[in-house]
């Protein structure tokens, strides 16, 4: 085994000794970059993700959680100056639920449901007057804390003691709110009076006057009197109002005749005249049913008729009276001469039912008295002018006067009848080559980041760098052992012919070399052997 591990070794070491400087570079580098990629995946595999568990805490709420989720051995942090606790991912909803069914996190606040958990008999009004209070700043702070942008909310309620006597008159409540908001928010008007109004409807006898809203920041958040502008604030609202106006129309002619024409042949620009004048006014009209007779429904009709014939003295009455001044009853007398008199008198009664008509009219403030629309076109062929034909130039003409027709209220129309040479002087066409056309590139930006790219050519160009060298280093090994022919392992073999040394051997190599350099006592060697034989 030890003899196989160091073959393995000296192999390993051979072929390291036979690579070049760059090799060993290229290779360091692989084997580094291969190390740093595993480590981090199994950082990233083992690590644990923590997120907020809950946001906004005091630091007493805090402590309630954290000894919470020590005592569950569950892994927590604290972020953002104690505020906000996070736990692992995984166990987010299960320890709401768990919390929550503990009561965690107190907040110390009392809200209404104090009252059904503790009131008891033996609580005297201050004290019940003073959870009250208290329960009522929560639940406003609560409401606000609901509202977008608001992060937590502090309320303080002033409220004023009843009087003894009935008939004094209630002091009016005040309230301080701060608001806790996100940072770089901006609140509406429209929110900002919410606000004021969901305090005011929440407290009784709390006039808008008595509460004062700010932030943390102590920036204030003013109620504006819509009655109460000033004159730049209404002259800069009427001033967007005929912008809006203005561009509303300018889009639809726009898009209508970009259509027709291409979009970067036409330019439209629009001005109005816009009648900001609000009137009140009320009408109490009485008309008859029937307009064309001019009379109305008879509802009750009365008629009497009186007549008196007698003898001896003069009938009496009043003459019949001729032309207008006739009442509607008639009285006559006609006398004798033997003093004899008749007497009638005729008077008739008709109640007519009329059409009576109350209205009460509020007139838009935003009317369109007035509307101008200025078109550049530029022809087909930028440079030829006639390349538009005189019938395409007719029929924007007649589009744009459909607009102006359609737009301009008749009763605050400047002119008294809105004909069509009155709407062709407020429509102009121009047809002219555009020298001022901004040219854009037919290149389509993408949406992946330069950088990106960058990188990637970074990383395919160290990545061909690294293949060319590999290459390289093959083919440079391969001609050397072109050059230097095939090796073969040498093993230590002993030779066949090689004779083994013995004593015999040995002595015989000794005695050759005395013959060889010393002639004279080899003889004499020789001739004792011979005479002990």
């Given at each position: 085994?030890?003899?196989?591990?160091?073959?393995?070794?000296?192999?390993?070491?051979?072929?390291?000794?036979?690579?070049?400087?760059?090799?060993?570079?290229?290779?360091?580098?692989?084997?580094?970059?291969?190390?740093?990629l595993i480590a981090a995946a199994a950082i990233l595999s083992t690590r644990t993700t923590l997120v907020p568990l809950y946001s906004n805490l005091t630091p007493s709420e805090t402590g309630t959680i954290k000894e919470s989720l020590d005592t569950r051995g569950v892994v927590s942090e604290i972020a953002d100056g104690g505020t906000t606790i996070k736990v692992p991912e995984e166990v987010v909803d299960t320890l709401k639920v768990e919390l929550a069914a503990e009561g965690i996190p107190k907040s110390g606040s009392i809200d209404y449901s104090f009252f059904s958990q503790n009131a008891g008999i033996g609580m005297t009004e201050n004290e019940f007057n003073v959870l009250k209070l208290e329960a009522m700043q929560t639940e406003l702070a609560n409401l606000m804390k609901g509202i977008d942008g608001v992060n937590d909310a502090k309320v303080m309620i002033n409220l004023p003691e009843k009087g003894i006597f009935v008939n004094n008159s209630p002091e009016e409540a005040s309230a301080s709110i701060v608001l806790n908001?996100?940072?770089?928010?901006?609140?509406?008007?429209?929110?900002?009076?919410?606000?004021?109004?969901?305090?005011?409807?929440?407290?009784?006898?709390?006039?808008?006057?008595?509460?004062?809203?700010?932030?943390?920041?102590?920036?204030?958040?003013?109620?504006?009197?819509?009655?109460?502008s000033s004159p730049?604030?209404?002259?800069?609202?009427?001033?967007?109002?005929?912008?809006?106006?203005?561009?509303?129309?300018?889009?639809?002619?726009?898009?209508?005749?970009?259509?027709?024409?291409?979009?970067?042949?036409?330019?439209?620009?629009?001005?109005?005249?816009?009648?900001?004048t609000q009137e009140n006014r009320e009408e109490n009209l009485v008309t008859p049913v029937d307009e064309e007779n001019m009379e109305g429904i008879a509802i009750s009709a009365q008629k009497i008729t009186e007549t008196f014939t007698g003898n001896g003295e003069g009938a009496g009455g009043t003459p019949a009276l001729g032309g207008n001044d006739e009442p509607a009853g008639t009285d006559s007398y006609v006398a004798t001469g033997d003093s004899n008199g008749d007497?009638?008198?005729?008077?008739?009664?008709?109640?007519?039912?009329?059409?009576?008509?109350?209205?009460?009219?509020?007139?838009?403030?935003?009317?369109?008295?007035?509307?101008?629309?200025?078109?550049?076109?530029?022809?087909?062929?930028?440079?030829?002018?006639?390349?538009?034909?005189?019938?395409?130039?007719?029929?924007?003409?007649?589009?744009?006067?459909?607009?102006?027709?359609?737009?301009?209220?008749?009763?605050?129309?400047?002119?008294?009848?809105?004909?069509?040479?009155?709407?062709?002087?407020?429509?102009?066409?121009?047809?002219?080559?555009?020298?001022?056309?901004?040219?854009?590139?037919?290149?389509?930006?993408?949406?992946?980041?330069?950088?990106?790219?960058?990188?990637?050519?970074?990383?395919?160009l160290v990545i061909a760098l690294l293949i060319f060298l590999f290459v390289k280093a093959r083919k440079r090994q391969k001609q050397e052992e072109e050059i230097e022919g095939p090796t073969a392992e040498t093993?230590?073999?002993?030779?066949?012919?090689?004779?083994?040394?013995?004593?015999?051997?040995?002595?015989?190599?000794?005695?050759?070399?005395?013959?060889?350099?010393?002639?004279?006592?080899?003889?004499k060697l020789l001739r004792s052997w011979i005479a002990e034989d």
């Open positions: 085994m030890n003899e196989t591990l160091q073959r393995y070794i000296s192999k390993v070491k051979e072929y390291w000794s036979s690579r070049t400087k760059k090799q060993k570079t290229v290779m360091i580098g692989a084997a580094a970059i291969c190390i740093l908001t996100k940072p770089g928010y901006q609140f509406e008007e429209s929110q900002i009076q919410a606000l004021y109004h969901l305090a005011a409807k929440s407290i009784p006898n709390l006039p808008t006057d008595n509460i004062v809203i700010t932030n943390q920041f102590f920036e204030y958040f003013d109620l504006k009197n819509k009655q109460n730049e604030s209404t002259f800069a609202a009427q001033h967007e109002i005929k912008k809006e106006i203005e561009r509303d129309v300018q889009r639809q002619v726009q898009n209508m005749l970009g259509t027709l024409m291409g979009q970067d042949k036409v330019v439209v620009s629009v001005t109005a005249d816009i009648d900001f007497y009638e008198r005729i008077e008739e009664t008709i109640n007519n039912e009329v059409n009576k008509i109350r209205r009460e009219i509020v007139e838009s403030p935003y009317k369109v008295r007035d509307l101008g629309i200025q078109v550049m076109v530029e022809p087909p062929t930028a440079d030829d002018p006639a390349s538009l034909p005189q019938e395409r130039i007719n029929d924007i003409t007649q589009i744009l006067g459909t607009v102006v027709r359609t737009t301009i209220n008749k009763d605050a129309a400047a002119d008294a009848e809105l004909t069509d040479e009155a709407i062709q002087e407020k429509i102009v066409v121009s047809v002219q080559p555009f020298n001022g056309k901004v040219e854009f590139s037919n290149e389509t930006s993408t949406s992946i980041p330069w950088w990106i790219y960058a990188i990637g050519g970074v990383l395919l093993f230590n073999l002993p030779d066949v012919n090689e004779e083994h040394e013995t004593e015999s051997t040995l002595r015989r190599k000794q005695l050759e070399k005395m013959a060889k350099e010393k002639p004279e006592d080899f003889a």
